[in-house]
């Protein structure tokens, strides 16, 4: 009886170090990724490069401030990542994103960058954030069976 109750109160222990470690951000090397962001909003465009920045380790991120510079470069660079705000009216349905669609193996993330005028920024919402990131398209057409 003794030695149950010291593997429930060992089970306890482990299960709440395991959710507080996942709180934690976890560094990752980004360097080999490259990112293009579209903000029309010069403060929020400043804050989303700069919050990117420290999120993603090492990633090269290019900021644009309208939709016809992101797609003017678009072709210039081998993006991995488009990064918008679909809170923005008309970015949703905007040429830009349904080319960054296509683009191959590429992602698109699209968040909110009001959250980033907030003082303090929840470490928990972060790692979610960061794990957006970290999601890769797949690259094999998918087929039905």
């Known amino acids: 009886m003794e030695k149950e109750n010291e593997f429930e109160q060992e089970t306890e222990i482990s299960a709440e170090v395991s959710v507080e470690s996942s709180a934690e951000p976890v560094v990752q090397d980004y360097t080999s990724r490259k990112i293009l962001l579209w903000e029309n909003d010069d403060a929020r465009r400043h804050a989303a ?45 905007s040429e830009f994103v349904k080319k960054a669609n296509n683009y191959p193996a590429a992602i698109v993330v699209a968040i909110s960058f009001a959250f980033l005028e907030l003082e303090e920024r929840d470490s928990v919402k972060l790692e979610q954030i960061r794990r957006l990131f970290d999601i890769e398209k797949a690259t094999a057409p998918i087929r039905a069976s």
């Open 49 to 93: 490069l700069e919050f990117l920045s420290d999120l993603l380790t090492g990633a090269e991120i290019q900021a644009v401030a309208s939709e016809e510079e992101a797609i003017e470069i678009l072709d210039e660079d081998d993006w991995d990542t488009f990064v918008v705000d679909f809170m923005n009216e008309g970015v949703s349905d």
